[in-house]
Protein backbone atom coordinates (compact mmCIF):
# COMPACT_ATOMS: atom_id res chain seq x y z
CA UNK A 1 0.00 0.00 0.00
CA UNK A 2 0.97 3.54 -0.25
CA UNK A 3 -0.51 6.92 -0.01
CA UNK A 4 -1.65 8.76 -3.44
CA UNK A 5 -1.39 12.72 -3.19
CA UNK A 6 -3.76 13.23 -6.00
CA UNK A 7 -6.37 11.46 -3.85
CA UNK A 8 -5.93 13.02 -0.95
CA UNK A 9 -3.32 10.48 0.25
CA UNK A 10 -5.91 7.36 -0.09
CA UNK A 11 -3.82 4.13 0.24
CA UNK A 12 -3.91 2.40 -2.99
CA UNK A 13 -2.19 -1.18 -3.86
CA UNK A 14 -1.01 -1.61 -7.50
CA UNK A 15 -2.40 -5.17 -9.23
CA UNK A 16 -0.39 -8.31 -7.99
CA UNK A 17 0.93 -7.73 -11.44
CA UNK A 18 2.49 -4.70 -11.66
CA UNK A 19 5.85 -5.05 -12.41
CA UNK A 20 8.00 -2.16 -11.61
CA UNK A 21 11.62 -3.38 -12.16
CA UNK A 22 11.43 -1.97 -15.31
CA UNK A 23 12.91 1.96 -15.55
CA UNK A 24 10.02 3.23 -17.32
CA UNK A 25 7.20 1.93 -15.07
CA UNK A 26 8.89 2.97 -11.77
CA UNK A 27 9.36 6.59 -13.41
CA UNK A 28 6.01 6.87 -14.29
CA UNK A 29 4.71 5.02 -10.71
CA UNK A 30 6.79 7.78 -9.04
CA UNK A 31 5.89 10.70 -11.28
CA UNK A 32 2.37 9.49 -10.19
CA UNK A 33 2.73 9.85 -6.53
CA UNK A 34 3.97 13.73 -7.64
CA UNK A 35 0.79 14.22 -8.79
CA UNK A 36 -1.55 16.45 -6.14
CA UNK A 37 -5.44 17.18 -5.10
CA UNK A 38 -4.54 20.54 -7.49
CA UNK A 39 -4.00 18.27 -10.15
CA UNK A 40 -7.01 16.41 -9.73
CA UNK A 41 -9.23 19.16 -9.47
CA UNK A 42 -7.90 20.64 -12.56
CA UNK A 43 -8.51 17.05 -14.32
CA UNK A 44 -11.92 17.38 -12.77
CA UNK A 45 -13.63 18.27 -16.76
CA UNK A 46 -12.35 15.07 -18.34
CA UNK A 47 -14.24 12.73 -15.53
CA UNK A 48 -17.04 15.27 -15.22
CA UNK A 49 -17.73 14.62 -18.80
CA UNK A 50 -18.14 10.80 -18.75
CA UNK A 51 -20.38 11.96 -16.15
CA UNK A 52 -22.96 13.92 -18.10
CA UNK A 53 -22.42 12.17 -21.58
CA UNK A 54 -23.46 8.63 -19.08
CA UNK A 55 -26.34 11.00 -17.46
CA UNK A 56 -27.62 12.09 -20.70
CA UNK A 57 -27.73 8.81 -22.53
CA UNK A 58 -29.63 6.99 -19.43
CA UNK A 59 -32.00 9.79 -18.69
CA UNK A 60 -30.07 9.81 -15.29
CA UNK A 61 -33.00 12.58 -14.49
CA UNK A 62 -35.78 10.19 -13.65
CA UNK A 63 -33.68 7.27 -11.75
CA UNK A 64 -30.10 8.41 -11.30
CA UNK A 65 -30.22 11.74 -9.83
CA UNK A 66 -32.30 10.32 -6.86
CA UNK A 67 -30.20 7.42 -6.48
CA UNK A 68 -26.80 9.27 -6.96
CA UNK A 69 -27.17 13.13 -6.00
CA UNK A 70 -26.01 15.81 -8.45
CA UNK A 71 -22.06 16.97 -8.49
CA UNK A 72 -23.25 20.97 -8.26
CA UNK A 73 -19.83 21.47 -10.34
CA UNK A 74 -17.28 19.00 -12.12
CA UNK A 75 -14.45 19.44 -8.98
CA UNK A 76 -17.67 17.76 -6.77
CA UNK A 77 -17.71 14.59 -9.16
CA UNK A 78 -15.10 13.16 -7.34
CA UNK A 79 -17.30 12.67 -4.48
CA UNK A 80 -18.48 9.73 -6.71
CA UNK A 81 -15.34 8.12 -7.55
CA UNK A 82 -13.83 5.39 -5.48
CA UNK A 83 -10.30 4.94 -6.19
CA UNK A 84 -9.47 1.33 -6.54
CA UNK A 85 -5.92 -0.45 -7.89
CA UNK A 86 -3.29 0.98 -10.12
CA UNK A 87 -1.34 -0.91 -12.94
CA UNK A 88 1.10 0.01 -14.83
CA UNK A 89 1.57 -0.68 -18.39
CA UNK A 90 3.61 -0.10 -21.66
CA UNK A 91 2.18 1.58 -24.94
CA UNK A 92 1.24 -0.74 -27.88
CA UNK A 93 2.19 -0.14 -31.51
CA UNK A 94 5.10 2.16 -31.18
CA UNK A 95 4.19 3.49 -28.41
CA UNK A 96 7.32 3.87 -25.88
CA UNK A 97 4.85 5.73 -22.57
CA UNK A 98 4.39 3.79 -19.53
CA UNK A 99 0.95 4.41 -18.23
CA UNK A 100 -0.65 4.36 -14.77
CA UNK A 101 -4.25 2.83 -14.94
CA UNK A 102 -6.57 2.55 -12.35
CA UNK A 103 -9.99 0.62 -12.19
CA UNK A 104 -12.32 2.82 -9.90
CA UNK A 105 -15.65 2.69 -8.81
CA UNK A 106 -18.25 5.57 -9.84
CA UNK A 107 -21.51 6.55 -8.70
CA UNK A 108 -23.19 6.58 -12.01
CA UNK A 109 -21.44 3.65 -13.73
CA UNK A 110 -21.30 0.19 -12.05
CA UNK A 111 -21.11 -2.07 -14.80
CA UNK A 112 -17.79 -0.68 -16.53
CA UNK A 113 -16.84 1.68 -13.63
CA UNK A 114 -14.45 4.13 -14.73
CA UNK A 115 -10.54 3.98 -15.82
CA UNK A 116 -7.88 6.72 -15.63
CA UNK A 117 -4.69 6.79 -17.69
CA UNK A 118 -2.46 8.84 -16.69
CA UNK A 119 0.57 8.77 -19.53
CA UNK A 120 4.10 8.65 -17.75
CA UNK A 121 2.18 8.84 -14.47
CA UNK A 122 2.08 12.59 -15.23
CA UNK A 123 -0.64 13.66 -17.68
CA UNK A 124 -3.88 12.43 -17.31
CA UNK A 125 -4.73 11.20 -20.89
CA UNK A 126 -7.72 8.62 -20.57
CA UNK A 127 -11.07 8.66 -18.76
CA UNK A 128 -14.17 6.38 -19.34
CA UNK A 129 -15.71 2.90 -18.65
CA UNK A 130 -13.18 0.61 -18.54
CA UNK A 131 -12.42 -1.11 -22.39
CA UNK A 132 -8.78 -2.23 -21.19
CA UNK A 133 -7.08 0.40 -23.79
CA UNK A 134 -4.88 2.92 -22.23
CA UNK A 135 -4.97 5.14 -25.45
CA UNK A 136 -8.36 6.12 -27.19
CA UNK A 137 -6.47 5.66 -30.38
CA UNK A 138 -5.85 1.98 -29.37
CA UNK A 139 -9.48 1.52 -27.90
CA UNK A 140 -10.91 3.24 -31.32
CA UNK A 141 -8.46 2.87 -34.11
CA UNK A 142 -8.54 6.16 -34.97
CA UNK A 143 -5.28 8.43 -34.83
CA UNK A 144 -7.25 11.36 -34.81
CA UNK A 145 -8.42 11.14 -30.86
CA UNK A 146 -4.55 11.41 -29.75
CA UNK A 147 -5.68 14.68 -27.71
CA UNK A 148 -8.68 12.66 -26.34
CA UNK A 149 -9.36 12.13 -23.02
CA UNK A 150 -12.84 11.39 -22.87
CA UNK A 151 -14.59 9.84 -25.80
CA UNK A 152 -18.08 10.59 -25.42
CA UNK A 153 -21.34 9.22 -27.06
CA UNK A 154 -22.77 12.64 -27.54
CA UNK A 155 -19.98 14.48 -28.97
CA UNK A 156 -20.72 17.55 -27.08
CA UNK A 157 -19.12 16.06 -24.19
CA UNK A 158 -15.85 15.17 -25.50
CA UNK A 159 -12.80 16.67 -23.93
CA UNK A 160 -9.57 16.68 -25.19
CA UNK A 161 -5.96 17.54 -23.74
CA UNK A 162 -5.38 21.28 -24.19
CA UNK A 163 -8.65 22.69 -24.09
CA UNK A 164 -9.98 24.71 -21.24
CA UNK A 165 -12.28 23.64 -18.93
Request: aromatic content about 12%.
Amino acid sequence: MFKVPYFDNAELTTFADADTSEAGAAAALAAFLTLTPEDRISDSRHVFAYYKDYHQAVGGEDWMDEEMGIPETPADIWDYVRPGEINLTKGRRGDDNWYVVMEANCGWEEEHGLMLVWRNGTTLTKVGGYDGHVTNTNAYADDSLADVVYAATDPKFTTRLNELG
